[in-house]
């Protein structure tokens, strides 16, 4: 998918942030969350330094709490109070890239936290505080 959502005359565009969080939604029971548009940055930045002219895939978006409980359940590593609940984070991996350029670049920007999850071959990006964890 791809949508202006930002614009300098306009700011964030609400109806763009509305179609991105619908894509972003909880694919396991359809829930929606407006989505922040500071990790929506994150992306797009990472896309810029890295020049990437290949979609990035977006493992997880959006997860409401009754997922993401069902999520901690079952796998190891997924956190109780995880951004995602607050549709501030999206797990991501870049067709053809390697991961490991991926969370070198988002630790760059300094914006958020960064996990780096090379087994699964994704990047978890966020909005909270800055940290890196692997």
């Given at each position: 998918?791809?949508?202006?959502?930002?614009?300098?005359?306009?700011?964030?565009?609400?109806?763009?942030?509305?179609?991105?969080?619908?894509?972003?939604?909880?694919?396991?029971?359809?829930?929606?969350?407006?989505?922040?548009?500071?990790?929506?940055?994150?992306?797009?930045?990472?896309?810029?330094?890295?020049?990437?002219?290949?979609?990035?895939?977006?493992?997880?978006?959006?997860?409401?709490?009754?997922?993401?409980?069902?999520?901690?359940?079952?796998?190891?590593?997924?956190?109780?109070?995880?951004?995602?609940?607050?549709?501030?984070a999206?797990?991501?991996?870049?067709?053809?890239?390697?991961?490991?350029?991926?969370?070198?670049?988002?630790?760059?920007?300094?914006?958020?936290?960064?996990?780096?999850?090379?087994?699964?071959?994704?990047?978890?990006?966020?909005?909270?505080p800055?940290?890196?964890?692997?």
């Amino acid at each position: 998918m791809r949508r202006v959502y930002w614009t300098p005359r306009d700011g964030y565009i609400r109806e763009s942030i509305s179609e991105v969080s619908w894509a972003l939604r909880d694919h396991h029971n359809d829930q929606v969350k407006q989505f922040d548009p500071s990790v929506l940055d994150q992306l797009y930045a990472l896309q810029l330094q890295l020049g990437l002219g290949s979609p990035v895939n977006v493992i997880s978006g959006y997860r409401s709490p009754a997922t993401n409980g069902m999520l901690c359940e079952r796998r190891r590593g997924v956190a109780r109070n995880s951004y995602h609940i607050q549709a501030m984070a999206m797990d991501v991996r870049v067709q053809g890239g390697r991961v490991s350029d991926l969370c070198r670049a988002a630790r760059s920007l300094g914006a958020g936290g960064v996990g780096y999850y090379p087994r699964s071959n994704f990047v978890h990006i966020d909005s909270g505080p800055v940290r890196y964890w692997s």
